[in-house]
């Protein structure tokens, strides 16, 4: 199992940026495959991105494709979503999750992911 930790969420004007990181511990960071996902109050959590474990294949859900970025830094045991022109919508909070796995594809489902953190809000106002 390993240990999720986000940060980097907050309000901030639509157009803004914010970048949010996930510091990951206890097992091996370069082992797992890892996503985003977000949840607004009510509805169900919804997919955001996805990285495999070497950082050579992503997934964006469509609405943040060419505005989201996710990355990771092995070396540093950390996952990063940068979100640019960001927009009312995207309001929500925001977790990482791992999953053990060195396949070369990604997770796109909660289902498949068994650690999360404990999410970070980010607040979008118009």
């Known amino acids: 199992q390993v240990q999720l930790v986000e940060s980097g969420g907050g309000l901030v004007q639509a157009g803004g940026s914010l970048r949010l990181s996930c510091a990951a511990s206890?097992?091996?960071?370069?082992?797992?495959?890892m996503g985003w996902f977000r949840q607004t109050p009510g509805k169900e959590r919804e997919f955001v991105a996805a990285?495999?474990?070497?950082?050579?294949?992503?997934f964006y859900l469509d609405s943040v494709k060419d505005r989201f970025t996710i990355s990771r830094d092995n070396a540093k045991n950390t996952l990063y979503l940068q979100m640019n022109s960001l927009k009312p919508e995207d309001t929500a909070v925001y977790y990482c999750?791992?999953?053990?796995?060195?396949?070369?594809?990604?997770?796109?489902?909660?289902?498949?992911?068994?650690?999360w953190g404990q999410g970070t809000q980010v607040t979008v106002s118009s």
């Open positions: 999750a791992a999953r053990s796995s060195r396949t070369l594809g990604v997770a796109i489902t909660a289902g498949e992911y068994p650690d």
């Open positions: 206890g097992r091996t960071f370069s082992s797992y495959g």
């Open positions: 990285i495999n474990w070497i950082g050579s294949r992503t």
